[in-house]
């Protein structure tokens, strides 16, 4: 299902009259994203060659932040607002550390920009928006249910994650507003989570805009963050039980050239044995910068064996945004 094609329920929907500010000038600086990626870069198999998303204007000269995945190798990135408007749009930096990216209009987009808010004040129970491109009928009332970590299966972690119910089902790129009108933070995620006699709560994974402000200075001038990349192995790891598993490898990538396959059972990093999904990638980064060597203990059927990775730097197997 597509926006096009559902609006979210008008008892979702935020009223103007509960909020002090301008409501729809506040959702006008939330856009639509949609990009194309080449056949052959190497996100395609796994983010698909078409995405659609959403993004937040925080500079009126038309810089937008929104998540990752969506320009990821971007060849072709249309922003549309909420006036039915498109406008080009260049992929100017992607973070792997934090999830964001930012993206630059290369037309004048004529919106507002969205303040940066104060997100570490954020409390669970505490009521906010979380509004993709569209405006009103696009964006829902939501509250902040949980803070706490977060790992993905991409080798990508977060101390401290947001979690807001009920979730937007639009949710990439999405803005997370304040009840002061500011941005809190960027949807990333839909997640299931199981609760008692059946039933279960569906929630959105929201970045944080407060790890935003320390790299944006970095990300505008060089295009990433000026700090050695991470160790990148090429793993889609998962938990099974209390058990940290081998989910898939990236086709050549370190992992894959190191024989790891499909499956394995992940014991320990060096001599630390791995705790959970983010114990893992933790003790991954931990042995240096990208290129350095990684050393796995692996169970496969019923032997247990070490194996040593060369690490790589994620970046280099991806494709460099074009500028038209």
């Known amino acids: 299902m597509t926006k096009s094609e559902s609006e979210i329920p008008s008892s979702l929907q935020p009223d103007p009259a509960d909020y002090a500010f301008d409501l729809d000038r506040v959702l006008s600086a939330v856009v639509s994203l949609r990009s194309t990626i080449p056949e052959d870069a190497f996100t395609a198999p796994t983010l698909g060659m078409e995405r659609e998303g959403s993004g937040v204007v925080i500079q009126e000269s038309g810089l937008i932040v929104t998540i990752g995945y969506l320009v990821t190798e971007a060849e072709t990135i249309w922003i549309h607002t909420n006036d039915g408007r498109a406008i080009p749009g260049h992929a100017l930096a992607v973070d792997q550390e934090t999830g964001f990216a930012l993206v630059q209009a290369l037309g004048k987009l004529d919106l507002p920009a969205l303040e940066i808010g104060d997100s570490d004040g954020l409390r669970p129970g505490d009521h906010c928006i979380l509004a993709a491109g569209g405006g009103r009928q696009q964006a829902i009332e939501t509250t902040l249910v949980g803070r706490q970590d977060f790992a993905g299966y991409w080798e990508y972690a977060l101390d401290d994650a947001f979690y807001t119910a009920p979730p937007h089902p639009f949710w990439g790129g999405t803005g997370l507003i304040g009840e002061d009108g500011k941005l809190l933070g960027i949807g990333s995620l839909i997640l299931q989570q199981g609760q008692r006699r059946g039933q279960r709560l569906d929630m959105n994974m929201v970045v944080p805009i407060g790890l935003l402000p320390p790299i ?88 247990e064996f070490d194996v040593a990775i060369a690490s790589a730097d994620r970046s280099s197997f991806l494709k460099a945004p074009k500028l038209h």
């Open 216 to 303: 944006l200075p970095d990300l505008l001038s060089y295009g990433r963050v000026s700090r050695p990349p991470r160790p990148w192995l090429g793993i889609y790891a998962t938990e099974i039980g209390d058990a940290v598993v081998v989910a898939g490898v990236a086709d050549d990538g370190p992992s894959d050239r190191a024989g790891v396959q499909t499956a394995d059972r992940i014991l320990a990093v060096a001599d630390e044995e791995v705790a959970d999904l983010g114990d893992f990638w933790r003790s991954v980064w931990a042995n240096g910068p990208a290129g350095a060597k990684v050393r796995l203990r692996l169970a496969r059927d019923d032997r």
